[in-house]
């Protein structure tokens, strides 16, 4: 069946990388996302990743693709205290599917 | 600011009781998807409209269902509620319903169903 699984918490600090990782299961996605929640907002699409694709880079922002493992990555360069929030991995074949979120926490 | 407005923000229902929510897209955009997300718990897909016709639902009961708008806009009912149905109520919306396509999300409605 479809199952996207992360980690729940990750903590960093001030200015260094986040690396925020998921697993999948549907081989026929054909696009995987992150997107970002703050508390009481809707979600927020950073970016996404078409699965014939191996890196995307978009400012701070690296998304990494494992097609064989099904793993997805996202890479945040120079975490800010803006960055605190919870993040989505999502795969889309015949829909969406969202994992549960890693919330994601800035030590100073 | 996406432009997808949903309405109410807040609700309080009991239980046994219907209710009707409200998701209105963002200008231009075809599509509309309901999504549930329980507290602490990713978003789970419930159905998606297109051109007013249901394309694809999740793994809903019946008593979830939903209407489009000749204007795009949206409603998402549920009839007999149940405490766990006491959730935030996510529509989005996009052009179209192939993958990649940017879907906008609105505030969401929480339901609480005591």
């Known amino acids: 069946g479809e199952d996207v699984e992360q980690s729940l918490f990750l903590s960093v600090r001030e200015g260094d990388s986040s690396v925020i990782n998921c697993t999948y299961t549907d081989s026929s996605s054909t696009y995987l996302y992150w997107y970002k929640q703050e508390p009481g907002a809707g979600l927020q699409l950073l970016t996404y990743?078409?699965?014939?694709?191996d890196m995307k880079q978009d400012q701070r922002l690296t998304v990494l693709l494992n097609k064989k493992d099904k793993h997805l990555s996202l890479r945040i360069a120079d975490t800010q205290t803006g960055d605190s929030a919870i993040y989505f991995c999502a795969e889309e074949a015949s829909k969406i599917i969202f994992g549960s979120g890693t919330r994601l926490s800035i030590r100073p | 600011e996406t432009g997808v407005t949903q309405s109410p923000t807040h609700l309080i229902k009991t239980r046994g009781q219907q209710v009707t929510l409200r998701c209105s897209s963002q200008?231009?955009?075809?599509?509309v998807s309901w999504y549930q997300q329980a507290l602490g718990q990713g978003p789970q897909f419930i159905f998606q409209y297109y051109r007013e016709e249901e394309n694809g639902r999740g793994n809903f009961p019946p008593r979830f269902s939903g209407l489009q708008f000749p204007n795009y806009s949206s409603e998402l009912n549920v009839n007999a509620l149940e405490l766990d149905d006491s959730a935030l109520y996510l529509c989005a919306s996009s052009q179209g319903t192939t993958g990649g396509t940017e879907a906008f999300f609105g505030q969401g409605t929480r339901l609480t169903v005591v």
């Open positions: 990743i078409f699965s014939n694709m």
């Open positions: 200008s231009g955009h075809n599509t």
